[in-house]
């Protein structure tokens, strides 16, 4: 589908996710293509130009990240959606001004006849690292857009956890441009 959208004259398509289960489950489909150098970009398609990527995590959410499974094991994974690639401190702000509303995670329990709903998140939100409570939450869709246009008008420095995208997407411009 995508290179039936690219023109060879165009811009490069990055298909980007989330780094969630989703996000990661897609990426796995592509672990065998090329990395672009110093970045987590997958080539799919160099000369049309078609590139997929999850969301980089940057260092101190994979700080807190290895913290979280120090408590709960090594095969559990905190989903990092791109709302939440902002300082902890602006996400609380944006919950607390219900910008950014969360959504309880449940999961049912099945035993025979017998189901079970569980909210996860009221279980690990007290095991997340300080700060970073939100991640034991869904995040509702229908809050996305008010909270678009709100994070807009934040100070630039908000928006510093996007560095390591914006490098990446630089050294995939570079190349680009070069093919």
């Known amino acids: 589908m995508l290179s039936k959208m690219h023109r060879a004259s165009s811009v490069p398509v990055l298909g980007l996710v989330d780094n969630d289960s989703a996000g ?3 990426l796995q489909k592509f672990m065998k293509a090329k990395k672009i150098e110093g970045t987590e970009i997958f080539a799919l398609n160099i000369i049309h130009g078609i590139y997929f990527a999850a969301l980089p995590i940057p260092e101190d959410f994979a700080i807190a990240r290895s913290k979280y499974k120090e408590v ?15 300082p902890s401190e602006l996400s609380a702000e944006a919950i607390s001004a219900k910008k950014l509303r969360l959504k309880d995670k449940i999961i049912t329990a099945r035993e025979g006849e017998l ?6 998140s009221e279980n690990y939100k007290s095991k997340m690292p300080r700060g970073f409570s939100h991640w ?6 229908a809050c996305k857009h008010d909270f678009s246009e709100w994070i807009k008008e934040q100070d630039a420095e908000v928006f510093r956890y996007f560095d390591v995208l914006f490098e990446w997407l630089q050294k995939l411009s570079a190349l680009h441009t070069k093919n």
């Open 72 to 86: 709960l094991g090594n095969s559990t994974e905190i989903p990092l959606f791109i709302e939440n690639l902002f």
């Open 115 to 120: 189901s079970l709903p569980i909210n996860v």
């Open 136 to 141: 034991a939450y869904d995040i509702d869709d």
């Open 24 to 26: 990661r489950k897609s």
